[in-house]
């Protein structure tokens, strides 16, 4: 099959590939072989198709696979740890095989010397019990003696072992501190090597593909961890951006009501205005045309308009109706006597208004 026929969520696409690479593919031919691959599909335009798709991210894919990184990371750790004491644990027990050694080496000479001198002693006993005509006596201590040098036989290949022992203990010695080449742990895949082995043998190492694949898995979780904090600081950036454009519209759409509800109050007052204007020119109306039909009153010509307003207001908030009142308000604003005013020019324009 080609990727140009299928699907990314066909059933045969290894989905560890499309998301990052395949754990069967990269542990092939190691120590730690997984065995091949279920999904036999492993084809670069299906992973691109996938990582451009509008479901990117959101199959599940990414969290099997993160899972399955950590559990194989987890796992190399655990021997890391277990490789790195099982080194202390070495060092530590062939220092003190050492001490062992020479304790259980002195005791057995020291036991194999008292029976060689017992059966020194058994051996002049039987010579002397042979000269002496007593046979009895005689095989006695020779029987004594040949027990005795069998204990010895044996005690000597004890110390023979022992010596074997002792020398394995000094060849695995050797091997971890030879010289200069201390082992050490690989803190990538948890193999023993040495630290200060040949260079071309720590390149060979570096570039094995057991070495390579604990790498990859370490560089991917790495990089997935990266990418979910990108996509998290990400979210809350973009809500912190759309509370503040929310804040921004409710702050318009207040300004935008504030200056409506301005609008309105000036509208309101200006409306106000023109009513107490029109009542205003309605009362003086009214109490002009009484007034202009008081008897007496005969026309004049308006010199001012600005002082018959002002008057005609006086007169209205006085209430008076006719001449006589008139004249009491005019002299009481003027403070002159209403004789002095020209009363019948005022009444003409308070007549000349309600025309």
Same mark, same amino acid.
């Given at each position: ?155 000597? %290949? =004890? #110390?023979?072992? $022992?010596? +074997? /022992? ?6 695995? *010695? !050797? ?52 990418? %979910? =904090? #990108?996509?998290? $600081?990400? +979210? /809350? ?6 509370? *503040? !454009? ?54 004049? #010509? ?54």
């Amino acid at each position: 099959l080609k990727g140009s026929t299928i699907d990314f969520d066909h059933p045969d696409v290894c989905r560890d590939f499309l998301v990052g690479f395949c754990l069967a593919e990269a542990f092939r031919n190691t120590k730690n072989d997984l065995g091949f691959c279920p999904y036999p599909i492993h084809d670069e335009a299906l992973k691109k198709r996938y990582q451009e798709s509008s479901r990117f991210g959101r199959l599940g894919y990414e969290d099997k696979y993160f899972e399955r990184l950590n559990r194989m990371h987890n796992e190399v750790r655990r021997k890391i740890e277990k490789n790195e004491a099982r080194l202390v644990h070495t060092r530590a027990d062939t220092h003190v095989s050492e001490e062992v050694y020479d304790k259980k080496k002195k005791d057995l000479i020291e036991k194999r010397e008292m029976l060689g001198r017992r059966i020194e002693g058994l051996m002049e006993e039987a010579e002397i019990e042979g000269a002496q005509g007593n046979v009895a006596a005689a095989q006695s201590a020779v029987q004594k003696a040949d027990e005795l040098t069998r204990q010895r036989s044996e005690l000597q %290949k =004890e #110390e023979e072992t $022992l010596e +074997l /022992e002792r020398q394995r203990a000094i060849t695995m *010695e !050797d091997q971890l501190t030879a010289g200069n080449k201390q082992m050490q742990v690989c803190q990538v895949c948890g193999c023993f090597m040495l630290t200060n082995d040949a260079q071309s043998r720590i390149d060979d190492h570096l570039s094995g593909k057991l070495h390579i694949a604990y790498t990859r898995i370490k560089e991917q979780i790495d990089f997935m961890m990266r990418t %979910k =904090e #990108e996509k998290k $600081l990400q +979210l /809350e950036k973009d809500h912190t951006r759309g509370k *503040e !454009d929310r804040d921004k519209k409710r702050d318009h759409r207040d300004r935008d009501d504030d200056k409506d509800r301005e609008k309105e109050r000036d509208r309101k007052e200006r409306e106000s205005r023109r009513d107490r204007s029109r009542d205003r020119d309605r009362d003086r109306k009214r109490w002009v045309r009484s007034i202009c039909a008081a008897p007496g009153v005969r026309a004049a #010509e308006i010199a001012t308009e600005k002082s018959g307003v002002q008057m005609i207001d006086a007169l209205v908030a006085t209430g008076a109706t006719d001449a006589k009142g008139v004249g009491r308000v005019i002299e009481k604003i003027t403070k002159k006597r209403a004789r002095e005013i020209d009363l019948v020019f005022t009444l003409y324009f308070l007549k000349h208004l309600c025309t």
